[in-house]
């Protein structure tokens, strides 16, 4: 595709639940990141991804939070045991290598 | 740790007039990259403009420039002849090898 895309757009939850987040890079974008965007804040790193394997997992708060990219495309963050303070807007950037990174237009999740 | 500091929460500027975002950052590398990233309401990061540390000479993308200190560590963000389109919240970031570092935005209104 032309950009970054995140799905769903919106994700509503109740506390406790799994939640599956999805994020498509741009085509032969080789790098992936995650970023969370709590209100008022700027995005805070999550993980990155070059190609299959996770580089670099220093942002993930704690064990809840998982992330893969099996393919080297398209990447899933799982949280679960959804706590409220997970909710939050996911945002997904892509680069080719370490060059400029590439936004999607985020998911926001809520945990009622 | 890198840190980035955007010390203005919100700023004002009539239509067509010329508006300064400041932003200070911390780090004890020398060879780095500086953004500004662009926020509207629809989530979507928007990159505006980046600085290689090592250029002495400041960036521009037409109606927007940056003031790059290198020795002050200080990147502030000009925007001439300000338009309604421009508003938005404006992230000040640092890139690290694997990841960006974030202000925490200063929100930017245009007056008509």
């Known amino acids: 595709g032309a950009g970054v895309s995140q799905t769903p757009s919106n994700k509503v939850t109740e506390k406790g639940k799994y939640v599956e987040l999805r994020c498509d890079p741009i085509?032969?974008?080789?790098?992936l990141y995650w970023y969370r965007q709590s209100l008022g804040q700027g995005p805070e790193f999550l993980i990155y991804?070059?190609?299959?394997?996770?580089?670099?997992d220093s942002g993930l708060p704690n064990d809840r939070f998982f992330a893969v990219r099996p393919e080297g495309s398209v990447s899933t963050l799982k949280i679960q045991r959804t706590e409220r303070g997970d909710s939050a807007v996911y945002l997904c950037?892509?680069?080719?290598?370490?060059?400029?990174?590439?936004f999607g237009p985020g998911t926001r999740l809520t945990v009622l | 740790a890198q840190t980035v500091t955007q010390s203005q929460p919100e700023m004002s500027v009539q239509e067509a007039e010329t508006v300064t975002l400041s932003c200070t950052y911390d780090?004890?590398?020398?060879?780095?990259?500086l953004f500004w990233y662009k926020q509207p309401p629809s989530r979507q990061m928007i990159l505006v403009i980046r600085?290689?540390?090592?250029?002495?000479q400041n960036a521009t993308e037409n109606r927007f420039s940056v003031n790059f200190q290198k020795a002050a560590k200080s990147f502030s963000l000009k925007i001439s002849d300000s338009q309604l389109g421009d508003a938005a919240m404006y992230f000040c970031?640092?890139?690290?090898?694997?990841?960006?570092?974030f202000g925490k935005g200063t929100r930017l209104h245009i007056l008509p």
């Open positions: 950037a892509s680069s080719l290598n370490s060059g400029t990174q590439y």
């Open positions: 085509s032969g974008h080789t790098a």
């Open positions: 991804f070059q190609g299959t394997g996770a580089a670099d």
């Open positions: 780090t004890s590398e020398s060879d780095y990259y």
């Open positions: 600085q290689e540390a090592y250029k002495q």
């Open positions: 970031a640092y890139r690290s090898p694997s990841k960006i570092i």
